[in-house]
Antibody, heavy 120, light 116 residues
Framework: EVQLVQSGAEVKKPGESLKISCKGS????????IGWVRQMPGKGLEWMGI????????RYSPSFQGQVTISADKSISTAYLQWSSLKASDTAMYYC?????????????WGQGTLVTVSS | DIVMTQSPDSLAVSLGERATINCKSS????????????LAWYQQKPGQPPKLLIY???TRESGVPDRFSGSGSGTDFTLTISSLQAEDVAVYYC????????????FGQGTKLEIK
């Protein structure tokens, strides 16, 4: 069974750094893209970016390029989303999600979400 | 970027009745070389992550009830629930995955479906 298990909720102050994680299991981690989706409170879904852990090919939405960093550690089947300096506007639920094999397209499997709250 | 626009923003339908949600893309998401529409539909219930319902515009994901169907091509798409059940109350999103680099596989703004 494919599972994506995300790290727990975080409460941070503006300017702090943060790295959240998404651990994949039940499939070959290096053979599938894995992406990140933001959902701000009461709002819709926003596609942030995606990484192919097999070769670390990473693609960002222009809206998120330079604002976050997506990475993966294939030795522990884990993808990451990180910020160097959080803003209050980064407060949101963040989901990792995995497309089917061979495509960075639609998301077939989703993590449970990580709630990030940024407040002074 | 390809902009996805759903209509209506919210919808109230009686149990057992048909629900129809529309999604329009700002440019075609039909790839001519394989004649596939790069369009997916998701369902999100409160407090849950989204769930994939439909991909390639009309292919139902495994385990999704057959009352859910997708149709359309090019720029205009529809998600239809043939006979609304109470458990279908959710927000529904379309997503295009056609964009070539820079990839921005944009979602529609969502349609909230409620029981009338």
């Amino acid at each position: 069974e494919v599972q994506l298990v995300q790290s727990g909720a975080e409460v941070k102050k503006p300017g702090e750094s943060l790295k959240i994680s998404c651990k994949g299991s039940g499939y070959s981690f290096t053979s599938y893209w894995i992406g990140w989706v933001r959902q701000m409170p009461g709002k819709g879904l926003e596609w942030m970016g995606i990484i192919y852990p097999g070769d670390s090919d990473t693609r960002y939405s222009p809206s998120f390029q330079g604002q976050v960093t997506i990475s993966a550690d294939k030795s522990i089947s884990t993808a990451y989303l990180q910020w160097s300096s959080l803003k209050a506007s980064d407060t949101a639920m963040y989901y990792c999600a995995r497309p089917p094999v061979g495509s960075p397209g639609y998301f077939q499997h989703w993590g449970q979400g990580t709630l990030v709250t940024v407040s002074s | 970027d390809i902009v996805m626009t759903q209509s209506p923003d919210s919808l109230a339908v009686s149990l057992g009745e048909r629900a129809t949600i529309n999604c329009k893309s700002s440019q075609s998401v039909l790839y001519s070389s394989n004649n596939k529409n790069y369009l997916a539909w998701y369902q999100q219930k409160p407090g849950q992550p989204p769930k994939l319902l439909i991909y390639w515009a009309s292919t139902r994901e495994s385990g999704v009830p057959d009352r859910f169907s997708g149709s359309g091509s090019g720029t205009d798409f529809t998600l239809t629930i043939s006979s609304l059940q109470a458990e279908d109350v959710a927000v529904y999103y379309c997503q295009q995955y056609y964009s070539t680099p820079p990839e921005t596989y944009t979602f529609g703004q969502g349609t909230k479906l409620e029981i009338k």
